[in-house]
């Protein structure tokens, strides 16, 4: 998922870089929504492993 991310990132930086506002801006949010959808499943995935590791 970290991987969708980051090419969602290129794709916004190179249609910036183009002058395609629009697609850019697009392509942004979608990277951005990704990462974070990312960041909770890491964290919620550590926990469990340390709460596993505990018991």
Known sequence: MLQW????LLIALV???F???GIAVV???FARI???IFLVLFVVTLASSL???RA
């Open 5 to 8: 991310a980051l090419t969602f």
């Open 15 to 17: 249609a910036g870089l």
């Open 19 to 21: 002058g395609f506002g």
């Open 27 to 29: 392509a942004a949010d």
């Open 34 to 36: 990704l990462f974070f």
């Open 51 to 53: 709460f596993r590791r």
